[in-house]
């Protein structure tokens, strides 16, 4: 995927607070021209092994953040807000994509260009200022699937992430179905979400495993949260503080934090509501929170009340008791041994002796031969 990408960006002014791109990377944009990003295509092209005319990528730490920047430099200079798109997308910003849809298109338009996916992270929120730039990007650059990472659908843990609340998520995905059946694509939204994030609480993982299951949604690979370096969330959990606002004495705000092993296998689990080794640990939980109206047979239920007959492992209290064989002697193990052996000629040559009494005797395990 690498191999056959193309970096046209530095630096993210999406300010996530689990993220540290803004911090090592930078808040201001750094965007290569339009010259050098045809020239790297062509050589992409040109040079590498194995290439089948598709781009796998242009981007960056957004997909969509090229050439976008404060409409006041010198007051860019001086900005201390930490995201130019949390709460809201800051009226400073200039949040133009035409020049990024010209890109595409004159990307395309090079000789041995079948196709170019884009793959980075796109900031839906900004996306929807240009619903042209959603068109040219359904349209040509998705190849079948499109992540995008919402992370929450609660309000609690996306204000300490710095994450656009749900409703922008809802008006993307209809833009994205509108401009694919448009198109005649079938193509999906794949949504990436984060468990045990600080400010997370088990009730805010159970209104998002029901968002999922609402939406049917069975996700494979999901992502616990893990404190990294120079990330605010990261401070969040050690602290159990918010450092994002005002501290004064003795008025931090309190961070929920989840670090025992247990609760973070939970809010895992809420993730993977439909995997059946999660039941056990979601219905213990479930009733601790009062809600066993959610574990049930129905489709309104969350979870069922029993084991599937397809769960793996044996059922407790079922089937008949396994008796133990009785312990062999070393003599017969050695004889079951030799008689199960099989060769490259599938025993014949053994089958032959044998019949004319030349089979050989057990030999002596290899673990109690003599030191030669």
Not at 15 to 34: D, L, M, P, V
Request: hydrophobic residues 35%.
């Amino acid at each position: 995927m690498i191999r056959h990408s193309v970096s046209i960006v530095r630096g993210c002014f999406g300010g996530c607070s689990f993220c540290a791109i803004t911090a090592h990377e930078g808040k201001i944009i750094q965007s290569r021209s339009e010259a050098s990003i045809l020239r790297e295509i062509a050589e992409v092209r040109d040079k590498t092994e194995a290439f089948t005319g598709v781009i796998s990528d242009l981007g960056g730490p957004s997909a969509n953040m090229w050439r976008l920047s404060c409409r006041d430099a010198a007051l860019q200079l001086v900005c201390r807000r930490w995201s130019c798109l949390h709460p809201d997308i800051c009226p400073n910003l200039q949040t133009d994509h035409g020049p990024l849809i010209a890109l595409y298109r004159k990307a395309r338009a090079l000789p041995g260009i079948r196709k170019i996916v884009i793959s980075s992270g796109l900031r839906y929120d900004l996306a929807l200022r240009s619903p042209a730039y959603v068109r040219e990007l359904v349209s040509h650059h998705v190849g079948g699937y499109l992540k995008i990472a919402p992370e929450h659908t609660e309000a609690g843990p996306l204000r300490l992430m710095l994450k656009p609340g749900m409703a922008a998520y809802d008006r993307f995905k209809a833009l994205f179905e509108r401009f694919s059946k448009e198109a005649g694509k079938e193509q999906y939204l794949i949504p990436y979400f984060i468990a045990a994030h600080p400010g997370t609480r088990d009730e805010d993982m159970l209104a998002l495993a029901l968002w999922l299951k609402r939406n049917d949604y069975r996700l494979d690979q999901v992502q616990t949260f893990l404190p990294t370096p120079m990330a605010p969330a990261s401070a969040m959990y050690h602290a159990e503080g918010n450092p994002l606002v005002p501290v004064a004495r003795g008025a931090l705000e309190r961070v929920v934090t989840a670090k025992g092993l247990r609760q973070r296998r939970l809010h895992k689990a809420f993730l993977r509501w439909h995997d059946p080794e999660n039941w056990p640990l979601l219905r213990e939980a479930l009733r601790h929170m009062g809600r066993t109206d959610l574990i049930g047979p129905s489709k309104r239920h969350l979870i069922p009340a029993g084991r599937p007959a397809f769960a793996k492992g044996p059922r407790v209290g079922e089937g008949k008791p396994v008796v133990p064989a009785a312990p062999r002697s070393r003599e017969e193990r050695e004889v079951k041994t030799f008689q199960g052996h099989r060769g490259k000629d599938g025993g014949k040559q053994a089958r032959g002796k044998e019949k004319a009494g030349e089979a050989r005797p057990p030999q002596t395990p290899r673990s109690r031969r003599p030191f030669a």
